[in-house]
């Protein structure tokens, strides 16, 4: 039989390709491959030809996998710079040490449903027990749909499928007590910079923060994007600091905060006496910016710990009620917000 190569640029196989050509999970592919007994005779078949048929090279944790354990679990994460993911992890792999687990970690340059794909591919091949999914993706796909169908899977503020469980900050939760806030302080409304809209979590916060102003009867001003980076919060707020009316602004970043800030000072407007700012995540250079942010704090080590405790608690049963569990954020009150002048 001629190997079929697998369509995905220069990528070998994976495990997950075979599953899908021999119209199984991954999971019994690893089952197959370790010599597991408990699969049945045709199905040990198939799988064996679809490995001859793509030219599936099993890598060294699948020839380890003789005791049914890798004590491995994996994380599919975005390859970024940004503090929030690097806090997230760290809470991640200090859980898994506490619990025995090492953790394999699969970086994606893109969040395109193809390069999550990719990744879990790679933890498939690893035989990992488990993974927690990392990425902020509004959408999912078949191939993500068949993975979570057969490995238990945890999503932080990914992709939601039929079979993953939940464990994620409530953002719009985040943007009302942001929003809230600002309004209590005598604003007539609240002007606001937010993330990529394709991210799950800024467009959560976009959300409570349109209705939260809509329920107390106040105009919703057009908001702006950014990128999560300083810089374009910058542009956002040259942009902002030239609309005369604009006295409060709910920002969906600290890192966005600190450039929105830049430009405010540069156009001669002051925070907080001219425009009072609130952002979201806490990082620990807010508290050192000038003047301290105003900040909804979001507890990304203790989000992580709480994955890793769903994933291990799903891994021993998979079976199991899905539970998803919602994170409440806390908003830190600094100098960065002030009664909006004239009240």
């Known amino acids: 039989m001629a190997k079929q190569q697998v369509k995905s640029g220069d990528r070998p196989p994976g495990?997950?390709?075979?599953?899908?050509?021999?119209g199984v999970s991954a999971q019994t592919v690893s089952r197959v491959l370790s010599g597991h007994p408990n699969v049945q005779a045709r199905t040990r078949e198939k799988v064996l030809?679809?490995?001859?048929?793509?030219?599936?090279?099993?890598?060294n944790a699948a020839r380890m996998l003789s005791s049914g354990r890798s004590r491995t679990i994996g994380v599919v994460t975005l390859r970024t710079t940004f503090y929030s993911r690097a806090a997230l992890t760290s809470g991640i792999e200090n859980a898994a040490q506490t619990a025995g687990y090492t953790v394999s970690t699969a970086t994606t340059t893109s969040l395109d449903t193809a390069a999550?794909?990719?990744?879990?591919?790679?933890l498939a091949d690893q035989d990992v027990e488990?993974?927690?999914?990392?990425v902020p993706l509004i959408h999912t796909s078949a191939r993500i749909e068949q993975f979570t169908r057969s490995t238990p899977t945890i999503s932080v503020d990914g992709p939601r499928t039929d079979t993953t469980e939940v464990v994620a900050v409530d953002q719009a939760l985040a943007a009302r007590k942001a929003t809230e806030h600002l309004l209590n302080l005598g604003h007539e409304?609240?002007?606001h910079i937010a993330g990529p809209e394709h991210w799950l979590e800024a467009a959560s916060r976009r959300d409570g923060w349109r209705a939260t102003l809509e329920e107390a009867g106040r105009p919703v001003p057009p908001p702006l994007e950014g990128d999560w980076s300083p810089a374009s919060g910058y542009r956002n707020g040259l942009l902002l600091g030239r609309v005369p009316e604009a006295s409060a602004v709910f920002v969906a970043s600290d890192e966005m905060a600190f450039g929105v800030i830049r430009a405010l000072t540069e156009l001669g407007r002051r925070v907080p006496e001219d425009v009072s700012l609130v952002s979201v995540d806490d990082i620990e250079l807010a508290a050192y910016c000038t003047p301290p942010l105003t900040t909804v704090a979001q507890p990304f080590a203790r989000t992580g710990e709480l994955a890793v405790a769903h994933l291990l608690r799903h891994i021993?049963?998979?079976?199991?009620?899905?539970?998803?569990?919602?994170?409440?954020?806390?908003l830190v009150v600094r100098a960065s917000t002030a009664p909006c002048p004239g009240t």
Do not use: C, F, H, K
Not at 323 to 329: K, L, T, Y
């Open 189 to 191: 409304t609240v002007w």
């Open 116 to 122: 999550i794909e990719a990744a879990l591919s790679r």
């Open 130 to 134: 488990g993974v927690v999914l990392a």
């Open 49 to 59: 030809a679809a490995v001859e048929q793509l030219g599936y090279r099993r890598n």
């Open 15 to 22: 495990m997950v390709d075979v599953a899908r050509v021999a």
């Open 316 to 330: 021993a049963d998979p079976a199991g009620a899905i539970a998803p569990e919602s994170v409440e954020p806390r």
